[in-house]
């Protein structure tokens, strides 16, 4: 089966360890093709997660995107906007994704196509 792309968008605020730990659930999906967008609105992190997301964004494991101010519609517009995907998920940044998330929420679209939503031109 052709899987769609999905790309993962993860607006932020002031979160820390529960970022990382959101993160790390992301990452250890097994789905063969997303990306992680994190739109960042807080201005300074804990030192030991400005390393963590430094070290995750220069691996190519995560695109971010630390923006000036905080706006949750505008982050996830932002997150849209960067992503080249298939399908947008947009996620909290304090939960823990379990093991097949992607799939399963790929696998709705794909079975059931009129659940997508159409674009508009």
Known sequence: MDWPTIAVIIPTYQREAVLCDTLRSV???DYPAY????????Q???NE??????AWAEAGKITWYPVPWASLPAA???GIERSQSDLVLFIDDDVVLPPGYL???ARTFTE???????RHR
Not at 35 to 42: E, G, I, L, R
Not at 49 to 54: A, F, G, I, V
Not at 112 to 118: G, I, L, N, S, V
């Open 27 to 29: 990452l250890d999906q």
């Open 35 to 42: 990306s992680v967008v994190v739109v960042d609105q807080t």
């Open 44 to 46: 300074s992190h804990q």
């Open 49 to 54: 997660t400005q390393r963590q997301l430094e």
């Open 76 to 78: 996830r517009n932002l």
């Open 103 to 105: 799939y399963a929420h």
């Open 112 to 118: 059931r196509p009129e659940a997508a939503p159409h």
